[in-house]
């Protein structure tokens, strides 16, 4: 987990700015509704990194840093990035995230909808903020690949046939789209040149290969406290996630998945499915891939500017592996 | 139902316009990704009037029409009635609408969740091809008003202490907002002054409630066949509608609803409370508000441009109130 290494370098150079955002989503959170209010506040409150909008401020300060439109711009991928979890949790029926209940446990499914809805739209709202029609387009544009990806993923449960391809194409767009939406929208606003844009989306999108992967790798080797919430939740659900691809391509006669594909609610079959997949090699493997990735997205950062942003950048690499 | 009436004089004048919406419709359907496209072709073909976007159309023709822009601003009209309509049917676990199967009926409501957030977005990026900051500005903040008033509804559930005030601010946010929106959408893209924007506005917020009004009375007396889903509908889940607080308002003693609410899922008090309220004169007294509205609508078309728009415009009116 990355309490083990020290994250100023990266949230450092950008926290007046974190404040400003921080500012922004109690401001959204503030609306006449009580009920609505309290679920903004609940969602806001429970305990993100912030992540995803300090990538935003640090691709801004690359350039022509200006806070009265990046600051919208951040908050509204972090909005984005809420609204995608709250979803998420009522297509997963989880009652808790990051340790905290969810909004489909406190409130239902019916509300967490609805939510999720208003949360996709608050994050427009505020990206309209920008005055550049290309930061809701860009943010429209995520929801799309996010949700084609995971609809994808519906239909692919217990499938494990997947392949390595296929698992590539939908994180790139289930994860690693809101990471490159995260730079892209600093560095238009920034008034970056065509190729710093390139150069940062190429980062982005490694960086957000890695970062799934190493989640997908803390699904069998986390522990409940780590995750916030129990372990093996993907294969639960039948998502075939990388560690169960290349354990089926090094194993091919084994059969506990083919097991618990025939029988997805037997739970001793899926921790026997578990501790197959989290002591084999693939694991190790698995890490190795995410390292190269991350390789690749510190390699895009090679000619940007260099300073405190860029090295925050370049930690966040380093973060996602120390996962 | 407005088949009843001729309604060509209100399609009429957008007839080429519409074929270019549809079009767009069929363009968006169109994504490699084969359940995803099933399902986006499925529900924009389940036989919707495309109402909303005609109003977008009808409007921009008042004013310097230019189609590059104000068709596009009405397929994201369209579509986002659509999202809202595939989120609503999971809420109310709803297997029909128009007398087709719905999403979640067809695909399951995990599935329903991310297409309904697919078309809010898909939405929100064509609204960014009007090149104009203010069209998904104006989508983003229709969204927020429909699931901040449902989430308002959703707690007041069985509540017959519900004013009509509460109800007209829910259905202002609920159903009118999206006249609203249509109707703005193609002003400001037809550059309309604000002065004619505000007329538009004016029309379309009295549109919505007339059209609200009209539909909550035929949920207790249209039939299973004309609304192409079961006949009380909002009473069974708990939604209180202007029929039922105006038959409070004349009844304070009668307890039909009183035990419905104390046992909701009795059918035959269920049948009798409708029975109760679609026989009495709440009906015709929510008629005449209905049609109050419509006077009002057709008011503010007073001093816009004459001609076949126009037209088209008010005889909407008349085809809400022969709904």
């Known amino acids: ?7 100023s370098i990266i949230f450092q150079p950008v926290q007046p700015d974190l404040r400003e955002v921080e500012k922004l989503l109690s401001e959204v959170s503030a609306v006449p509704s009580p009920q609505l209010s309290a679920m ?7 305990g993100g990194k912030r992540l995803r909008p300090t990538i935003t401020l640090l691709s801004g300060h690359l350039f022509h840093y200006q806070p009265d439109v990046i600051i919208p711009a951040a908050a509204a991928v972090e909005i984005l990035h809420t609204a995608t979890l709250v979803h998420d949790d009522v297509i997963d029926n989880s009652p808790r995230r990051r340790g905290q209940a969810t909004i489909n446990h406190l409130w239902g499914n019916d509300i967490a909808i609805l939510l999720g809805d208003y949360l996709i739209t608050a994050a427009e709202e505020l990206a309209a903020r920008t005055n550049n029609i290309k930061t809701p387009e860009l943010l429209a544009q995520t929801i799309m690949a996010i949700t084609r990806a995971e609809i994808e993923e519906d239909f692919n449960h217990f499938n494990l046939n997947k392949t390595r391809e296929q698992y590539y194409r939908q994180i790139n767009d289930k994860t690693a789209a809101l990471f490159a939406a995260a730079v892209t929208a600093g560095a238009i606003l920034g008034k970056a040149s065509r190729d710093e844009i390139i150069r940062l989306q190429t980062y982005a999108r490694n960086l957000g290969m890695a970062f799934q992967i190493m989640d ?13 919430k129990p372990v093996g939740a993907d294969l639960r659900q039948g998502t075939i996630t990388l560690p169960v691809i290349l354990f089926l391509e090094q194993h091919p006669g084994d059969d506990s998945l083919q097991n618990l594909c025939e029988q997805h609610n037997n739970v001793a079959l899926l921790q026997a499915a578990l501790q197959q997949v989290a002591t084999s090699s693939a694991i190790t493997e698995c890490s190795h891939i995410a390292q190269d990735y991350c390789g690749r997205a510190k390699q895009a950062l090679g ?6 942003y860029r090295q925050a950048l370049t930690a966040i690499t380093e973060i996602v592996m120390a996962h």
């Not at 069998?220 to 916030?228: K, P, S, V």
């Open 216 to 228: 997908d790798i803390l699904d069998f080797i986390g522990t409940e406290e780590e995750l916030g």
């Open 303 to 308: 000619t940007l500017p260099d300073g405190d």
């Open 40 to 46: 903004l506040s609940h969602i806001f409150r429970s």
């Open 1 to 7: 987990m990355e309490q083990r290494l020290d994250t």
